[in-house]
């Protein structure tokens, strides 16, 4: 089974709009982290925003915050008032402590902003 | 402070050759991972260390693919013979404690191409 399901290969939202990415896991851990990751074209890797399973308020950094549903094990990433550079691929992460930590990736939402 | 840096940025080898690629991590991070992601997917561990022990190599194609930290701070991994399906950026990460709530930091990335 999938640890880290994105549903959506790609998304275009238009400039200054909301938009929403979806993330559900499936873990049966009790203490694991959740993560969002922006990769453009250039292919570096670049942390958003972490989550983790005991916080009950959900995440925010800057234009960025992650709405998170425990029951339904749920991680959609919002991000507000998009700009022409956040067109990347963004990919959400786990980290469980049963499985030593380690990093599981869905496999990634291709954004693009449109003018 | 120093990010994670790695070299080569870009390799273009063909089948059955040789290559090798480095990492060092931020200063002071015990744990050192090496990831596959091919083009379209997420990224994949392959080895994952902590300060010079291997903690986990468990998707390591040991037949071809070999990694190294023999003084606990930079790391090699070699591919010997490459081919074609080893085309993939190959991301090296790392963290200074080993946590569910920490975020791994990533380097730029080496792309490889194998003809």
């Known amino acids: 089974a999938q640890k880290i399901t994105q549903t959506q290969p790609g998304m275009f939202v238009q400039e200054k709009e909301a938009v929403t990415l979806d993330c559900t896991y499936d873990?049966?851990?009790?203490?694991?982290?959740l993560f969002w990751y922006k990769q453009p074209s250039s292919g570096e890797m670049i942390f958003l925003i972490y989550q983790g399973s005991y916080d009950e308020q959900n995440a925010t950094e800057g234009r960025y915050s992650l709405n998170f549903q425990k029951a339904r094990k749920s991680a959609n990433l919002v991000i507000s008032a998009s700009q022409l550079g956040d067109s990347a691929m963004y990919f959400c992460?786990?980290?469980?402590?049963?499985?030593?930590?380690?990093?599981?990736f869905g496999s990634g939402t291709q954004l693009t902003v449109l003018p | 402070e120093a990010g994670v840096a790695q070299s080569p940025r870009y390799k273009i080898i063909e089948k059955r050759q040789s290559v090798a690629f480095w990492c060092n991590p931020i200063?002071?991070?015990?744990?050192l991972y090496w990831y596959q992601q091919i083009l379209g997917q997420g990224p994949k561990l392959l080895i994952q260390?902590?300060?010079?022990?291997?903690?986990?190599d468990s998707q390591l194609p040991k037949d071809r693919f070999s990694a190294e930290r023999l003084k606990g701070v930079d790391s090699t991994l070699k591919i010997q013979p490459a081919k074609l399906e080893d085309s993939a950026v190959y991301l090296c990460a790392s963290n200074p404690r080993d946590t569910e709530q920490e975020t791994q930091y990533f380097g730029p990335g080496t792309r490889l191409l194998v003809l």
């Open positions: 873990t049966s851990d009790q203490s694991y982290g």
């Open positions: 992460a786990m980290r469980e402590r049963s499985s030593a930590r380690q990093l599981t």
């Open positions: 260390f902590q300060n010079n022990g291997v903690v986990d």
């Open positions: 200063s002071g991070h015990a744990t």
